[in-house]
């Protein structure tokens, strides 16, 4: 049964692949640029060196780090072997180009099923099996808008399948590796340090951070044997603030301060005499401290699971700049929980309805050739929605906080 769900998400997402309307306008075609720089320059040579193609002009320099762009330039290389014309844009190029998170995706599945029947049974496996395989913002990110967030999810799910089994030193280096394919990986990373500190073993802590570095070192090595280090770090560095809104169509906390467009406002102005983005750390930080004093108190796998994906939803709901598909790897990391805990599974299902709400709607927005001064025109009433969308999560972020902190002063999830 099992494979039969496979196969099934294998073709709904395969079939999904090359259809370029389901795309964005922007972001498929600038991984296919990408590609071509690196083909074109040389892969060290990106971050610095205009795309050039004949067809495009200011196309933006990469904002991903190494491992992705290597990842871009096999593909365009395969690409012009399989189509000699060069174009870009085309039904065959995003078909290459998304099967590799389709692929990750159906691994992800695989997983996922591994991890709940060993903790519930076959049929709680398939249950969760089929709840991954087929939810709908997922699936069309991964196979219509074709963004990777399925690539790192599966890292963040293999990093904890590993800290589970007490192998921190591997979960470190799994940690480091997809760090660098999509930075929203920080989100995990005071778990591993928790996980770490606790065994208060300086050996085992000093291996991870070896582990790690020498991870990051590897998949970094092209740009460091050519004394171009300083501008992955400078990848890194620049996230913050590239995005200086509240939402980047995020419906969270921030969305209610919008105005009702993410380029309305900015976060730098004042919300009770703070700047948004003071506050936004500020409760990104106490959830943090939240999250770890859960998992201090909640030693079992289920505390493990939850405080990962209590983690995803605050990184979603409380930091100002989010964009709407960063919740996506919160689903994989709750499922697990799912299989033990009711409250978990409506839980998932409700933030089902309201990321694949936010999806689709900002996905609209985002692609519609009107562009900015029109949107209100075609899509007013189902923007408007998202209010109560945004409302709705907030409600269920703070519902969440309610029952983890009931849980954590019983010391146990059941």
């Keep these: 049964m099992l494979g039969a769900i496979i196969g099934v998400a294998a073709l709904l997402r395969f079939a999904m692949a090359p259809n370029l309307a389901l795309e964005s306008r922007d972001d498929s075609l600038l991984f296919q640029l990408w590609g ?189 044997f050519a004394g171009k280090g300083l501008e992955v770090l400078k990848v890194i560095t620049n996230v913050a603030g590239s995005f200086p809104h509240p939402s980047a169509n995020a419906h969270n906390v921030w969305w209610l301060f919008s105005g009702g467009h993410w380029q309305l406002r900015f976060d730098t102005e004042h919300v009770l005499g703070l700047p948004m983005y003071a506050i936004g750390a500020t409760l990104y930080i106490a959830a943090i401290g939240f999250a770890l004093w859960f998992r201090h108190r909640v030693r079992t796998a289920d505390g493990l699971w939850l405080t990962a994906a209590f983690l995803a939803l605050a990184f979603f709901m409380l930091p100002t700049e989010m964009h709407e598909r960063y919740l996506f790897s919160f689903f994989a990391l709750l499922l697990p929980a799912c299989a033990m805990l009711r409250s978990a599974r409506w839980l998932y299902v409700a933030m089902v309805v309201t990321f694949t709400w936010n999806i689709f709607v900002a996905f609209l927005v985002i692609s519609h050739d009107a562009g900015f001064t029109k949107y209100e025109d075609y899509y007013g009433h189902f923007w408007g929605g998202s209010l109560v969308v945004a409302i709705l999560n907030v409600l269920l972020f703070i519902g969440t906080v309610v029952w983890y902190a009931r849980m954590a002063r019983r010391k146990r999830t059941l």
């Design 36 to 224: 071509y720089s690196v083909v074109e320059h040389g892969v060290t040579n990106v971050y610095t060196t205009e795309v050039g193609h004949p067809w495009f002009r200011k196309v933006p320099l990469p904002n991903y780090l190494p491992p992705y762009l290597y990842v871009v330039g096999a593909i365009e290389k395969f690409r012009r072997v399989v189509d000699p014309s060069g174009n870009v844009g085309t039904p065959t190029a995003s078909f290459m180009l998304k099967s590799i998170p389709i692929l990750f995706e159906l691994g992800t599945i695989l997983f996922l099923a591994h991890i709940i029947r060993r903790r519930g049974g076959d049929r709680l496996a398939l249950f969760g099996a089929l709840a991954y395989a087929f939810h709908p913002a997922l699936t069309f990110i991964t196979a219509g808008w074709g963004q990777v967030d399925a690539v790192y999810t599966f890292g963040l799910v293999m990093c904890l399948w590993l800290l589970d089994r007490g192998r921190y030193v591997s979960a470190a280096a799994v940690t480091a590796a997809t760090f660098l394919v999509k930075m929203q990986t920080m989100l995990l990373v005071p778990l591993l340090i928790y996980e770490l500190v606790r065994t208060k073993r300086v050996r085992t802590m000093l291996a991870a951070v070896g582990a790690a570095l020498g991870t990051a070192a590897v998949l970094v090595a092209p740009f460091l």
